[in-house]
């Protein structure tokens, strides 16, 4: 297969797993985003895969030839890292065409590929300006530069935004995945932002503790997560503990879920419901009655907090949606089958 795949890659420090039996298919031309929470050994699955780090077993296999061998100067990766490690006293130009003159590429040659890629990433004209003299968003734009300027087979990058502002960040997100489509690069991201992975990625590798608990394009681990962590991860959720009852169906709270049924040999489980799937009624039109306990008006959305028989629910609705109701009321809430994912663990 054109692309990379990991083989049951592992890494021990010591007696620490870091990296626990992963096995992924990337196919040519995807963006990936590794996330998870902190020390789920994003960074040392990144790490290996650069060469900078050996596993301590399985195989990495590039284009189906095996590089899991191969120094990481001979794997022609570009690498992008949080502290960009750019060249202080070079020019923006200097610092871009670093890896193109250590090859013994013309002069020539290197500043006609330094133009391009300045226009690339949206710096034209910038080749002799001071690196020091830039802002945080054109140095992290000169960083992303230098790592393509040899055409890598793989563009890694870990953390990169993670020193911008919000909007900035933002904003880049938006332009790294525009380059990374224009380019068809391979590229993989680690970023501990949800926000950032659903941005930017094809396919979103959630890890927990060195695993993987879910591999999956955006769209399919917020609707369609694997498990509980993968749910609580991603976006905010509701989990809530249900069981079967005598005909297969799914009680919460003491009521039946209309349309909603547990798999068999399943007698209890967690369903996992989005705050925005959940709909408020007036007390009585819903399956359930809960009494509200808060309210966040945030001005385009109202969340209700919703006491239901002891657990805590949150739903988001515009203002237009929603019933008229204040805390200390009684309010009814309905759980659209549709919208709620049964949950082994
Ligand atoms: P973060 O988001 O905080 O950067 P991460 O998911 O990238 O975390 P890693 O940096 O890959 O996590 O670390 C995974 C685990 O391996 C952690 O428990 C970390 O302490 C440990 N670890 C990482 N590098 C080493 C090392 N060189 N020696 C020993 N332990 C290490």
Redesign the pocket.
């Known amino acids: 297969m054109s692309g990379l795949t990991l083989e049951a890659v592992s890494k021990q420090?010591?007696d620490?797993t870091?990296?626990d039996d992963v096995t992924l298919s990337v196919p040519h031309g995807t963006f990936v985003c590794l996330l998870?929470?902190?020390?789920?050994?994003?960074?040392?699955?990144l790490r290996m895969i650069a060469g900078l780090e050996d596993p301590s077993g399985g195989r990495l296999v590039l284009d189906n030839s095996d590089i899991t061998a191969v120094p990481t100067h001979k794997r022609d990766f570009g690498m992008v890292f949080q502290s960009l490690a750019l060249f202080p006293h070079l020019s923006v130009g200097e610092n871009i065409a670093y890896a193109l003159r250590i090859r013994g590429t013309p002069k020539a040659d290197q500043a006609k590929r330094v133009e391009e890629l300045l226009e690339l990433v949206h710096l034209p004209g910038h080749a002799d300006r001071p690196v020091s003299k830039l802002s945080g968003g054109q140095r992290q734009r000169v960083a992303i530069a230098r790592a393509l300027a040899v055409s890598p087979r793989l563009f890694l990058l870990d953390?990169p935004l993670s020193a911008l502002d919000a909007k900035l960040r933002e904003a880049m997100q938006v332009e790294l995945r525009q380059l990374q489509q224009k380019l068809g690069i391979t590229t993989i991201v680690?970023t501990?932002d949800q926000r950032e992975a659903m941005t930017m990625a094809d396919l979103v590798v959630v890890?927990g503790e060195?695993r993987i608990r879910q591999a999956a394009p955006p769209v399919e681990i917020y609707r369609k997560p694997a498990d509980s962590f993968v749910a609580d991860f991603i976006g905010s959720t509701n989990l809530l503990e249900i069981a079967r009852d005598g005909s297969g169906g799914a009680i919460f709270a003491g009521k039946a879920i209309p349309g909603l049924a547990l798999p068999s040999g399943l007698d209890r489980a967690r369903l996992s419901i989005r705050p925005e799937d959940v709909q408020l009624t007036a007390p009585g039109n819903g399956s359930l009655t809960g009494r509200v306990t808060f309210l966040r008006d945030l001005g385009g959305t109202v969340e209700t907090f919703i006491k239901v028989a002891g657990t805590t629910l949150t739903a988001v609705s515009t203002p237009r949606e929603r019933p008229d109701v204040t805390a200390g009321d009684d309010i009814g809430v309905a759980l659209p089958a549709e919208a709620c994912v049964v949950l082994k663990e």
Do not use: D, I, Q, R
């Not at 998870?36 to 699955?45: A, E, I, N, Q, Y």
């Open positions: 420090f010591g620490l870091a990296v998870g929470p902190s020390g789920c050994g994003k960074t040392t699955l953390e680690v501990h890890m060195g």
